[in-house]
């Protein structure tokens, strides 16, 4: 099978979805199967370079909503080579270009929201959710009622996806997973590494955040929660692994740390990628993240394969499958339920400690396996061509 993904960007600073894109890609590789990417990004854009399948580029987008005219004629050009086509994220052209394009051709094409209906966004952000009605009925509506499919990481995401647009939402849907796999480079990762990158890391017992430095990520609820407990254990250490986000959140941040007599507890190191990442996970103790909300987490997955115990908040949607394998500890996303979880942490005796790394091991293995997840996408996308069995019409 021959599929097409679109997205707006692989740029790896924008998060999840670029990254597991690449993912999906070296799996269907190692499945056998031929997946192409077509992204906004402009050709010769440098994180083009290594990506691991066929990439074809046909930007610069313009702003967030990445209007490229040269989109549509490219689809009707090129669509009849591909036989199904896979649409990452909402809310801007790629989706609705992708739809108009395809009308009529016979050509089915599936939509990952990677979280983009969660209702948190609605509550966060009122003035955008406004924008977004006025354009859902004439655009986006029509993009999903229209697709193939929706794809959703877990079960929470769809579930939490009926709740943002109803009454006016149809769609068909399945769950298809998500996850991430062990490359060479994570193999080879040793925490030796981090060490001498960061010598302020080194014998401490380090609580590592991954993830973009964003205020939908929880890090001021960690940030403050860690400081509450940082007089009583003079060793614990915080990194904070990971790219500012637009409004340059982190700078509040680190005033903040400073306020609260921190600011030498916490390492900033900006985005990691490669052996980098990887090693970073092998030197720390434990993975946080209190985030508002996660379709999925990636990062988590990948501290999962890392045989990494998690804190995180019940807002990320595979917090289920964590805590009934016993692979980290769940709390609320509030300053009362980061601070439990690092307590709980922190109280544990080294037997049990040594426990939750192997059930983190374990529930990788188990539920976030990349390769699974790539093949229950083709599973489906055959299973609609084969007249949409197993899929679900939600109304």
């Known amino acids: ?143 999903l009622r229209d697709a193939a499919a929706l794809l959703f990481t877990a079960e929470d995401e769809a579930r939490l996806a009926r709740q943002t647009f109803s009454p006016m939402y149809r769609v068909r849907e399945a769950v298809v997973g998500y996850g991430t796999e062990i490359s060479d480079t994570a193999a080879l990762a040793d925490p030796e590494t981090f060490w001498a990158a960061w010598p302020a890391t080194r014998g401490r017992r380090n609580i590592l955040f991954l993830g973009r430095i964003h205020p939908k990520k929880g890090c001021d609820l960690l940030i403050q929660a860690f400081a509450m407990l940082a007089k009583s254990e003079p060793n614990l250490h915080l990194v904070m692994a990971g790219p500012d986000d637009a409004a340059q959140t982190r700078a509040g941040l680190e005033r903040m740390a400073a306020e609260l007599g921190v600011a030498d507890r916490i390492t900033w190191t900006g985005m990691l990628q490669g052996k980098a990442k990887w090693s970073a996970l092998k030197a720390a103790e434990v993975f946080a993240l209190p985030s508002h909300q996660e379709n999925f987490g990636i990062a988590v997955a990948e501290a999962l394969a890392s045989g990494l115990p998690v804190l995180i908040s019940d807002k990320i949607n595979i917090w289920r499958e964590i805590l009934a394998d016993g692979a980290g500890l769940v709390g609320s996303d509030t300053l009362g339920g980061t601070l439990e979880t690092l307590t709980g942490w922190l109280n544990m005796d080294p037997e049990s400690r040594a426990a939750m790394r192997q059930h983190a091991a374990d529930c990788y293995e188990r539920h976030f396996r990349m390769k699974a997840a790539t093949k229950r996408l083709y599973d489906t996308i055959s299973s609609y061509r084969l007249h949409a069995a197993d899929i679900r019409t939600v109304t």
């Open 1 to 143: 099978m021959r599929l097409l993904n679109i997205i707006r960007s692989l740029n790896p600073v924008n998060g999840g979805p670029a990254e597991g894109l690449r993912q999906i890609a070296i799996a269907s590789r190692e499945l056998g199967q031929d997946q192409e990417v077509l992204t906004l990004d402009a050709p010769g854009e440098p994180w083009l370079l290594d990506f691991p399948t066929v990439t074809h580029a046909v930007g610069p987008g313009r702003g967030t909503y990445g209007y490229t005219p040269e989109l549509t004629p490219w689809l009707r050009k090129h669509g009849h080579e591909y036989d199904a086509v896979v649409i990452h994220g909402l809310w801007q052209w790629h989706g609705l270009a992708t739809r108009n394009a395809l009308q009529g051709t016979g050509i089915p094409y599936f939509v990952f929201p990677h979280g983009m209906l969660d209702p948190w966004f609605r509550r966060e952000y009122p003035l955008k959710h406004l924008k977004k009605l006025l354009y859902w009925p004439w655009a986006e509506y029509r993009v």
